[in-house]
């Protein structure tokens, strides 16, 4: 029990390692790549306190080396995700009862373990993993992790601090108790910092988790797991599986305890859950809590008076960092006619100035996309625009896979608006560009909104502020993220709030407080000082 109000203040973010020419952080984390690579890892399900391992074993390889084995990870059936539920299950009273600063306590100590004795471990992870360069893994599986940690402790924090009013004779207190049940984690490859965000935001809250991560996240999910532990996380309370995702989904939402689910992951897959969900609403004790970031087609629209520079350097790296595989990378780009042909030779010299390649070494701009099924989807988009009349294709658009998944960072021009690469999500290194009469800025702003069922990013680029005004307000449901002046990726946890609407998810916003809301359960509690002992009100005294 609690005898103190304990603080958490509003933490700072994480700040960013450069990796420059012959720094530190360049040295360890080069020294940390060698010794990844020099052995092949088993990695077990985290199911209660057991390592397990099934013997059914599934290779790792780095997307930009496929011929190399970092290790591998056994996969798991329907007996694992029900003995995940049961330890899920068993462990939760004693986390419930867990004293807040004990429990926000561990997931300090997890956040400082990245930032110094892990931190090259969790980038190394991811940058062989997923194929992220040494800043793109920096500000994800360093920086954004660490900030999810301490930030999401200080709005829980927060949280519990907000407590109603009480009147004569009583006292009012509220209670933020935990779901009833479990929560399901379902994270993607793209973010190591959201396979560590969806579970323990729940967790934090006092939930317990069944965590699966996608196939391609394994080796950083299993890292910032070890951490977990390492930090003080109790067993139980967070179990990492390997199932598929079918399998997944038929046993736990059909588990009368199924508290609630947080994922990042497809607009389909998700529209899939919620009606299995929806169908199956009789079984379960609570309604359960269903949050969930989905799909992008995002968009950045210059107007006449934007600066090329400005609008080449935003869709360069907006649209081909980490090989266009952000839920926010731009993906469709509207720029007036009096500044195309400009903007056009800046992002083709900019494009064709990019080194491709392996993370390790560190002058590569674009590494591999994730696997053969990413690459062939998005080579066949490529493809069909070489080849046709409504498309033409400013620069890029080799792929190979001889070695590893590389896609070079194109550009297509199109000259219908609702072109499908403009309309569709691709999830690779792919921009469509649409050059529209510079003096229908606003017909195309209308165009804009209309064109794709997402609204999770996008950015407005003008040197007018009336224009920025009209943009804003005219787009105000196209995005969750909407960016003046910028690209329209890079929210940062506590600065920028991430989610979008429509198509894009239930925008409750990871790295802000709303998102903790989702979690909780509260209870009002009213205590009578003096209870009255007669039932009569004065009204009833009239003569």
């Known amino acids: 029990m609690a005898i103190g109000t304990f603080s958490y203040p509003l933490p700072v973010n994480e700040p960013v390692l450069g990796y420059g020419p012959g720094s530190k952080e360049k040295e360890a984390l080069k020294a940390t790549l060698k010794k990844l690579k020099a052995e092949e890892i088993d990695i077990p399900m985290y199911i209660g306190g057991e390592e397990v391992r099934t013997g059914k074993k599934v290779a790792i390889h780095p997307p930009h080396e496929i011929k190399h084995t970092l290790g591998y990870f056994h996969a798991g059936d329907e007996s694992h995700v029900n003995k995940a539920i049961e ?18 306590g561990i997931f300090l100590k997890a956040a ?18 997923q194929s992220k360069n040494a800043f793109q893994a920096e500000i994800d599986a360093a920086c954004e992790l660490i900030d999810f940690l301490k930030f999401n402790v200080h709005f829980l924090s927060e949280i519990y601090k907000q407590q109603p009013i009480s009147g004569p004779g009583m006292h009012n207190r509220m209670e933020y108790r935990p779901l009833e049940g479990f929560v399901l984690a379902v994270t993607p490859f793209n973010f190591t910092a959201i396979g560590g965000n969806l579970p323990t935001s729940a967790a934090m809250c006092g939930n317990v988790v069944v965590w699966k991560p996608a196939n391609t996240q394994v080796y950083s999910a299993q890292m910032f797991m070890r951490i977990l532990k390492e930090a003080g996380l109790p067993d139980g309370v967070i179990n990492l599986i390997y199932v598929d995702g079918p399998t997944l989904g038929k046993v736990c939402f059909a588990h009368k305890d199924f508290a609630g689910v947080h994922f990042t992951g497809s607009t389909g897959v998700f529209n899939n859950m919620w009606e299995t969900i929806g169908k199956n609403m009789a079984s379960y004790k609570s309604y359960p809590r269903i949050v969930g970031e989905t799909g992008g087609k995002d968009f950045v629209v210059a107007h006449k ?25 731009a993906s469709r780009a509207y720029i007036p006619s009096n500044i195309a042909e400009e903007v056009k030779k800046k992002v083709i010299a900019g494009a064709q100035s990019f080194n491709m390649g392996t993370v390790e070494d560190f002058t590569n701009f674009v590494n591999a996309v994730i696997d053969e099924k990413s690459f062939d989807k998005i080579k066949s988009y490529i493809d069909n625009a070489k080849n046709d009349k409504d498309a033409s294709v400013w620069v890029g658009g080799e792929c190979n896979k001889t070695e590893g998944y590389f896609v070079q960072p194109t550009v297509i021009e199109t000259k219908d608006p609702n072109y499908i690469t403009m309309c569709e999500e691709i999830f690779g290194p792919v921009l469509t560009v649409y050059v529209y009469p510079a003096d229908e800025f606003e017909k195309t702003l209308a165009l804009v909104d209309a064109t794709s069922p997402y609204a999770l990013t996008g950015s407005i680029i003008s040197r007018d502020r009336a224009a920025i005004e009209l943009a804003t307000n005219r787009l105000r449901n196209a995005a969750g993220n909407f960016y003046i002046n910028d690209k329209p990726t890079g929210a940062v946890v506590g600065q920028q709030p991430f989610g979008g609407a429509r198509a894009s998810g239930t925008n409750d916003k990871a790295g802000s407080i709303l998102n903790l809301y989702r979690w909780l359960s509260a209870r009002t509690i009213k205590e009578t000082f003096t209870p009255p002992v007669d039932y009569t009100y004065p009204f009833l005294l009239e003569k």
């Open 87 to 104: 330890a899920a299950l068993a462990a939760k009273q004693a986390w419930a009862d867990m004293s807040w600063e004990s429990r926000a």
């Open 112 to 129: 400082d373990l990245i930032a110094t004795k892990y931190r090259t471990y969790m980038n190394g992870t991811t940058m062989l993993g």
């Open 305 to 329: 008076t934007a600066d090329p520079d400005v609008v080449a350097t935003a869709l360069l790296r907006g649209a081909f960092e980490f090989q266009g595989q952000k839920c926010s990378a």
